[in-house]
């Protein structure tokens, strides 16, 4: 054996060795990872997202999977000429668009991601947010100030929702199955309508009713960043309080901290913003002691 096939070897055995506390620290605990954005467009990340997930499962780690697919449902609807109208950038939803959104979201990704998982020698199920009541949605309504009145005006969104309730029976069941949930984020309501649900918002709520030790939210960027570009490793409420006022934390990235910090005051221990286009973040982030994101805790 040449010296350079050694030192591999030696690198890769002191990878196991380092991952090994942390092995032991999250045997039997459930990580909720919310997977989407580039992570999940791209082939070569949704296998070795696939394999990573598998991973933890076969270590005693148990992953459930919550998964997006907002340009997947645009260009569906792109595809059958159904037109969208957006209020202040937010999409309304039609029954049209709803039904649309189901049929991407519960039939074609949903059952792509359980055959990657099980293409890499894991045990998948696809559900979603209506299956024996995991979720029940109520309509999200968004308000707006009148220019001219400035009274606040009730927009609708049409089909959106917010998770209201979550029963984790089921997810319970099919962990102790041995199996990985890979959840849509479509529920039905109280009244019997189907409603989309944002997934990063539907993955904070079952995190939190899961009682999850930690709650994964891949998303484009490398975390939360101060004001020189670099990435924060951990947050707290009060840093986070702060980082907003300052205009630190704005935008696309307000509504994800405000998910995670949420999902921490329900019970989740941490909940970590990562870079989902980082070749096995989520490894990263778990196993080695700098970690790969932002933890946030509450």
Excluded: W
Aim: glycine share 12%; net charge negative; charged share 25%.
């Amino acid at each position: 054996m040449v010296d350079r096939d050694k030192k591999k070897l030696q690198k890769k055995a002191a990878t196991l060795v380092e991952a090994l506390p942390y092995l032991k620290k999250y045997a039997g605990d459930i990580f909720v990872i919310k997977y989407g954005g580039h992570a999940m467009g791209d082939p070569e990340l949704a296998l070795q997202f696939a394999e990573d997930i598998t991973l933890l499962k076969q270590v005693g780690i148990h992953p459930v999977i919550v998964h997006g697919g907002g340009p997947q449902i645009g260009s569906m609807l792109e595809r059958l000429d159904i037109k969208s109208e957006f209020i202040d950038g937010l999409r309304v939803t039609s029954k049209a668009t709803v039904e649309v959104a189901e049929m991407v979201l519960c039939g074609n990704i949903c059952k792509s991601i359980v055959a990657d998982i099980q293409d890499a020698g894991g045990r998948a199920i696809g559900l979603s947010g209506k299956d024996d009541g995991l979720v029940t949605a109520t309509k999200m309504n968004r308000e707006k100030a009148d220019p001219d009145s400035n009274i606040e005006k009730v927009i609708d969104l049409g089909y959106v929702g917010d998770p209201s309730t979550v029963n984790p029976e089921l997810l319970h069941q099919t962990i102790d199955a041995g199996v990985i949930p890979v959840i849509s984020p479509i529920a039905a309501g109280t009244d019997g309508h189907t409603y989309n649900i944002n997934a990063d918002t539907m993955a904070g709520a079952i995190a939190g009713a899961l009682g999850a030790r930690r709650f994964f939210l891949l998303t484009d960027v490398a975390g939360v960043l101060n004001d020189e570009g670099e990435m924060l490793t951990e947050l707290g409420q009060a840093e986070i309080t702060a980082l907003i006022d300052s205009g630190t934390i704005s935008g696309g990235m307000l509504p994800k901290v405000e998910t995670c910090l949420k999902a921490a005051e329900q019970g989740v221990k941490g909940a970590v913003i990562l870079d989902g286009r980082v070749k096995h973040a989520v490894l990263l982030e778990i196993f080695t002691e700098r970690g790969a994101g932002t933890l946030i805790r509450a």
